[in-house]
């Protein structure tokens, strides 16, 4: 079932032009199918704690990215702005180069809050790298 509210291709899912903290860690879309959103970040000196793994607050940062971005696609934005309500992560291995891939895909769709299940793997091994569960609100304009 799809689940987005208009037919979004990755053509016009590419960066807005206001600039942000998905654009300044290098997070863009790379996948859409009809109930998930994926999104990659690089593991670089933009990423990574001073021990050289990811730092688990970019790994937040991904899936607060597609998880949010995920549920304004689902909604009427003339009518309705998202916004991230809580957030949790078990960060369950490290990686220190490449690049990690975040997946959202919905638990609840509901009139006035969205969870979502992020997963982010490693891209070149598709291990799991971190496990997040984001609740977004969504509120009228």
Not at 34 to 62: N, W
Not at 69 to 98: M, P, Q, T, W
Request: negative net charge; aromatic residues 4%.
């Amino acid at each position: 079932m799809r689940i987005w509210q208009k037919d979004y291709t990755l053509d016009n899912l590419q960066p807005r032009a206001m600039p942000s903290m998905a654009d300044h860690l290098g997070i863009e879309v790379i996948d859409i199918g009809d109930d998930y959103l994926t999104m990659r970040m690089p593991v670089d000196d933009r990423t990574r704690q001073p021990r050289g793994l990811l730092h688990g607050g970019a790994s937040c940062v991904l899936a607060e990215t597609v998880g949010s971005v995920a549920s304004f696609l689902c909604v009427d934005a003339e009518k309705y702005v998202v916004a991230g309500l809580e957030i949790n992560a078990n960060h369950v291995r490290g990686i220190s180069e490449g690049y990690v891939v975040g997946t959202a895909r919905p638990l609840h769709i509901g009139r006035s809050t969205h969870v979502w299940d992020i997963r982010i793997e490693a891209e070149a091994t598709k291990k799991l790298i971190c496990v997040s569960r984001l609740t977004v609100a969504v509120l009228e304009r």
